[in-house]
């Protein structure tokens, strides 16, 4: 399947996981309240670090291996078998040690039921095969699949939670998404590739994962450990406080790394056959897709902070703003984190370069969490994540400059900050007229939206809103409307 295609699958599956939280959140958090979104936060977030150990980084070594081999079916079904293998042997036993550790502690009883469905997740993680149809980008099944479970888990949600005192069902549903998804891709990956159980080397890939899981684990040392310490050095309302904050400010960062998942495979091949110049017009198109709607993004989450956590989580949230307004940096530091790491050291083959990256990130991380949490809760949690995300970003692209000489323009950075600047005024004015929380929010977001457009079109001549303005033209006129980044 083509560039285009396999983007235009991944932009339809990027646009409804945007929607699915705005659909799904702002009910949840209503109903539960922040003590239940906390639980709810902490206990998912508490089994995703065994998820994580249990996955061994099988999904990022994967899709490059699997992205590796293209054209060779009888190697790609190998390396699936011994990579599917690895990963249920290591599902087994993180469930066995999460369960000991649940049992044992003192700390885990007053919700120890809850713990414990938890675990559901973690035994059925190596199930979770998404990365072999990314290496085979094959986008299509994804988005299609993805979609059809989303759309259940919202009416289980809304026809099944209906107070507080339904968290369990809350947490079930949760697990249904993930196990769905899963089901389905045991059942159709056989017409993708043959699986066998015999003569498998499981023990030439120890090395590589090994420096992929040290990546991982040092990576949700500070993508996790933010709620993980927040909820035992403060309370699981903090914890509702901030993940509120964190999940308003995340809704737009899957739109904006979306290109990124599309040619990362195309990306690796490119590394492997030594065609840098290729690998540099790929990466030119990408950082200007993100840098062109990662600022603006920043721009409208920090000055509509207020409205948006009213809007989308209830009034009970509001004392999260703060919080919100300092997280609003996050699609700016994890764009170009993304970028520099994801899309070129990854690809690149760079794997001790990004653990060493990624630790720096662990130990800052560590650090100011333990030394902002006690006193500031979430906001100090806030603070850890986004001087965190920003030094990963830095240590990215200290490595990429060592071993790179990759050099791109930044011009449309102060272009996006210029045009981003009429916000202010917009959103100022908007909410002067005292129309409400919808109205407010609604107004100033179309407007700022068309305003940031015209700006970017009409005097900045952007190539981006141009080419998707042809695009729009030939779908009229019965030709495809995306062509993506070729």
Known sequence: MSLRKNYFYNLILTIFNILFPILSFPYASRVLGPLGIGKFQFITSFAQYFILIASLGIPTYGTREIAKYKGKAEKQSVVFSELLSI???MSVLLTVIY?????????????KHLYLIASISILVGFTSIDWLYVGLEEFKMIAVRSVIIKLVSLILLYTLVKSHDDLEMYLYISIFSAVANNAYNLYTVRKKVKITFSNLELRKHTRPLLLIFSLSLAVSMYTLLDVVLLGFLSNARYVGLYSAAVKLTKIVIPFITSVGTVTMP???????????DQVKSVLDKSLHFILFFAIPSFAGLILLAPECIVMF???????GTISMQILALLPIAIGLGYFWGIQILIPAGKDKEMVYSVVGGMLIAVTLNFVLVPRLKDVGASIANVVTEFAVTGFY????????????????????????????????????LNLGVILTLGISVITCGVTYVSIQWFVFKDHLINDLYVRLLEKFKGKTMVQGLE
Do not use: C, M
């Open 313 to 319: 989580s209830g009034a009970k949230f509001l004392e």
């Open 99 to 111: 369960l000991v550790t649940v049992i044992s502690f003192n700390y885990f009883s007053y919700d």
């Open 266 to 276: 195309q990306i690796s091949h490119q590394f492997a056959e030594g065609n840098l």
């Open 397 to 432: 692209i200290y490595f990429v400059k060592k071993n790179f000489s990759f050099s791109f323009g930044w011009a449309t950075a102060f272009k996006s900050v210029a045009a981003s600047l009429l916000f202010v005024p917009i959103i100022l004015l908007t909410r002067s």
């Open 87 to 89: 990963s249920f042997i």
